[in-house]
């Protein structure tokens, strides 16, 4: 009787053993399985994102804050303005017009310049949108372009323009409503 009952416990206590081997197994491939959910979700989410060539402008750090200071010292001035879907420019195809005016120190006009602007949405950092402009013939220091904008809010507008030996650089944000 003895030993028929030391079988029995023996059986029920190996299920036993088997469950408390298999909980960290099962909570190891638990944790794996959300690892692997958040890390592809992170990495397919255009809203987060790093900023291109970050490495590269680190260490260029303080070449950067001289060409800051050049712009600066140049007196140059950007405004930029995203206009309505098919605005003026060629557009159509859900492209928006985008305008950016140059003025000097004295607020006049930057006629003749290249200028390209690099923008995104904020709430898209990941997908920027590179367009050259073009400056229009009836506004000096007036240039657009059309840029594939799909959406309304904040914008993040970099302008870059040189003429001659001068180069310049500003940071703006635009709201497109909507």
């Known amino acids: 009787m003895n030993t028929r009952s030391g079988n029995a416990g023996g059986a029920g206590a190996s299920r036993r053993g088997r469950v408390w081997l298999l909980l960290p197994a099962g909570l190891l491939a638990l944790n794996l399985a959300i ?3 958040t890390v592809t979700m992170a990495a397919g989410d255009r809203s987060v994102a790093t900023e291109p060539d970050y490495y590269r402008k680190a260490m260029n750090f303080d070449e950067q804050a001289r060409a800051r200071e050049v712009s600066r010292r140049l007196g140059w001035k950007a405004a930029a303005e995203i206009g309505e879907v098919g ?3 060629g557009g159509g195809g859900g492209g928006r017009e985008v305008v ?3 003025t000097d120190r004295e607020g006049g006009p930057i006629a003749g310049a290249e200028v390209e602007v690099v923008m995104f949405a904020h709430v898209r950092s990941g997908d920027r949108r590179t367009v050259r402009l073009t400056e229009r ?3 000096p220091g007036e240039y657009a372009g ?3 904008v799909d959406r309304t809010g904040l914008w993040r507008v970099g302008v870059g323009a040189s003429r001659g030996t001068d180069r310049f650089t500003e940071e703006l944000e635009v709201r497109i409503p909507g």
Request: positive net charge.
């Open 87 to 89: 605005g003026g420019v």
């Open 146 to 148: 059309v840029a594939g």
């Open 100 to 102: 950016v005016r140059l």
């Open 137 to 139: 013939r009836e506004r």
């Open 35 to 37: 690892v692997a959910v």
